[in-house]
């Protein structure tokens, strides 16, 4: 069964740094694009970021460039997101997603399997 698990969530204070990890399971890395999202309370779920099947193509919304990077490691069949510089506005349950072959898109309806999320807070 295919399935991604998110990890790495928690409550930090603005300026920190955490790192998200997305485990899969059931089906290899190397055949999917990872996208990770992020909904607020009231909000509407947003992407956050992606990396390709093959890796050599990134993708993030404006409001994290800079500060958020994806990676991934085949070996472990693992997805990162190390998120620095955090800031209140990034506090939001956080979803990693995946979709079959190589893809640029940060549109949740392009993906077909989610996690369950990891609540990230940012806080003093």
């Known amino acids: 069964q295919l399935q991604v698990v998110e990890s790495g969530g928690g409550l930090v204070q603005p300026g920190g740094s955490l790192r998200l990890s997305c485990v899969a399971s059931?089906?290899?890395?190397?055949?999917?694009?990872i996208g990770w999202f992020r909904q607020a309370p009231g909000k509407e779920r947003e992407g956050v970021s992606c990396?390709?099947?093959?890796?050599?193509?990134?993708n993030y919304t404006d409001s994290v460039k800079g500060r958020f990077t994806i990676s991934r490691d085949n070996a472990k069949n693992t997805v990162y997101l190390q998120m620095n510089s955090l800031k209140p506005g990034d506090t939001a349950v956080y979803y990693c997603?995946?979709?079959?072959?190589?893809?640029?898109?940060?549109?949740?309806?392009?993906?077909?399997?989610w996690g369950q999320g990891t609540q990230v807070t940012v806080s003093s």
């Open positions: 059931g089906f290899t890395l190397d055949e999917y694009t």
């Open positions: 997603a995946a979709r079959r072959g190589g893809s640029y898109s940060l549109a949740s309806a392009d993906y077909d399997y």
């Open positions: 990396i390709s099947n093959s890796g050599g193509s990134r």
